[in-house]
């Protein structure tokens, strides 16, 4: 019973490389010669061109199969610490996040305050760019 669901699936995987080669081949031919003038391909080439995309551009594996894999019982460590932690604990949680993310703010402001050019080289001395005018 297991060697015909696998035979199944075998048979319609080499369906769909096959229509995947053939409207590889069907869109070359069609556009490539119009376009740049190259030669067309037939049907092993396609499948070649595949390939080669595959390995090029495809990675390691479908990754569509993965995601129905997932466990859904892992544990969130910075869930369950939340959820031990007391009202009083949670508020000072926030108060101490909200705390270090304006601080944050603070330094990213401080690095970016010299963006406006000329606040940054307000005496023309000190400006390279500057245009020397006839003394």
Not at 1 to 8: A, D, F, G, R
Not at 51 to 69: E, Q
Not at 117 to 122: G, I, L
């Amino acid at each position: 019973m297991k060697t015909v669901h696998y035979l199944k699936h075998l048979l319609i995987g080499l369906v769909i490389i096959a229509a995947l080669g053939v409207v590889v081949m069907l869109l070359w031919n069609w556009l490539i010669p119009s376009i740049f003038g190259w030669s067309t391909i037939n049907c092993w080439q396609a499948f070649g061109l595949l390939a080669l995309s595959r390995i090029l551009v495809g990675g390691r594996g479908w990754r569509w199969r993965h995601h129905h894999h997932r466990r859904h019982d892992c544990s969130n460590p910075i869930r369950e610490k939340w959820m031990k932690m007391s009202p009083e604990e949670r508020k000072e949680f926030i108060k101490n996040f909200r705390n270090r993310r304006e601080q944050m703010k603070g330094d990213w402001n401080m690095h970016n305050r010299f963006r406006d050019w000329n606040e940054f080289f307000e005496d023309s001395d000190s400006n390279p760019v500057s245009e020397k005018t006839n003394e």
